[in-house]
């Protein structure tokens, strides 16, 4: 399938899995879980016609590894990432000792002064290396990284969840956790 299909398949898949499932007339089960031939079926009625193959390549070559079936693969579900209500079912983890944010470079002084905050999602998602913190700013500008002290964090408190994909969830990051990382990956 071409690349330009597969993006368009992925967005699709991550506004309605994501934030507007009634708006393609599908129902979100506990975990965020929804059947995957009533998922195509709605897809077809809605003039976006998605089939069982295009799902799964999306679903196995997502760069971002949004998706993921359940162990029958008969339900499919966003990993992360709702700003709809759903209870997404993630145990809580112990995190790395620490882990990064990525943002771009225009939201800096509200992060130093306010913490990062979850804003319409349910958590504020947190990346294990500096290279997918830098990918994921670039995409609100020039990037800039944050170190997260994730083990003073879980220490005095905060849950960490890891989704399928690996991105780490907390509900929010106070400002004494954070340090501004140069954009050569060294700490400033």
Same mark, same amino acid.
């Given at each position: $399938?071409?690349?330009?299909?597969?993006?368009?398949?992925?967005? !699709?898949?991550?506004?309605?899995?994501? &934030?507007?499932?009634?708006?393609? =007339?599908?129902?979100?089960?506990?975990?965020?879980?929804?059947?995957?031939?009533?998922?195509?079926?709605?897809?077809?009625?809605?003039?976006?016609?998605?089939?069982?193959?295009?799902?799964?390549?999306?679903?196995?070559?997502?760069?971002? #590894?949004?998706?993921?079936?359940?162990?029958?693969?008969?339900?499919?579900?966003?990993?992360?990432?709702?700003?709809?209500?759903?209870?997404?079912?993630?145990?809580?983890?112990?995190?790395?000792?620490?882990? !990064?944010? =990525?943002?771009? &470079?225009?939201?800096v002084e509200l992060i130093l002064q306010t913490g990062l905050c979850? $804003?319409?999602?349910?958590?504020?998602?947190?990346?294990?290396?500096? *290279?997918? *913190?830098?990918?994921?700013?670039?995409?609100?500008? /020039?990037?800039v990284v944050f170190l997260v002290d994730a083990a003073a964090m &879980?220490? *005095?408190? !905060?849950?960490?969840?890891?989704?399928?994909? =690996?991105?780490?969830?907390?509900?929010?990051?106070?400002?004494? !956790?954070? #340090? /501004?990382?140069?954009?050569?990956?060294?700490? $400033?």
């Open positions: $399938m071409d690349n330009s299909r597969l993006v368009k398949i992925s967005k !699709y898949l991550s506004r309605h899995l994501r &934030h507007q499932p009634e708006r393609i =007339g599908i129902e979100l089960s506990a975990g965020g879980w929804v059947a995957v031939k009533d998922l195509l079926a709605a897809c077809r009625n809605n003039r976006f016609p998605i089939t069982r193959e295009e799902l799964d390549e999306v679903v196995a070559n997502n760069d971002k #590894q949004r998706f993921s079936f359940d162990a029958t693969g008969t339900l499919i579900r966003a990993n992360q990432g709702h700003s709809v209500d759903i209870d997404l079912q993630l145990e809580p983890v112990v995190p790395p000792d620490v882990l !990064y944010h =990525g943002t771009g &470079h225009k939201s979850k $804003m319409s999602r349910h958590h504020v998602h947190l990346s294990k290396d500096v *290279a997918t *913190a830098e990918t994921v700013g670039a995409r609100h500008g /020039k990037p &879980h220490q *005095a408190g !905060y849950t960490f969840y890891c989704s399928d994909n =690996g991105v780490w969830l907390v509900d929010s990051v106070p400002p004494k !956790y954070l #340090q /501004k990382l140069a954009t050569d990956g060294l700490e $400033m």
